[in-house]
């Protein structure tokens, strides 16, 4: 069901699930179900070894997509939320 919200955000040529849209996508989805379950399970610590690992790899993939296609990447930002804006 989730991923199926996450799909319809995806434009129609970036559908295959080995984009890399796609990816940061489900990893963002992974990334705020872990921190959920960290709320309740502070002492969960192979739960955060796969959280900072998880992160990793989406940074990865941001820096990726930034150097790839700057326009894509703002884009998928300000869709997930995902960095806070830079104040100048």
Do not use: C, W
């Not at 991923?3 to 489900?26: D, H, R, Y």
């Not at 900072?52 to 998928?76: D, T």
């Amino acid at each position: 069901m989730i991923k199926n919200s996450l799909i319809a955000v995806i434009p129609q040529e970036e559908k295959n699930k080995g984009s890399v849209e796609f990816q940061i996508f489900s990893f963002t989805n992974k990334i705020r179900r872990l921190t959920s379950h960290l709320e309740l399970h502070r002492r969960d610590y192979l739960s955060q070894r796969g959280l900072r690992q998880i992160l990793g790899k989406r940074q990865r993939l941001l820096a990726y997509l930034s150097k790839k296609n700057g326009v894509r990447y703002k884009e998928l930002i300000s869709q997930l939320d995902i960095r806070e804006p830079k104040i100048r």
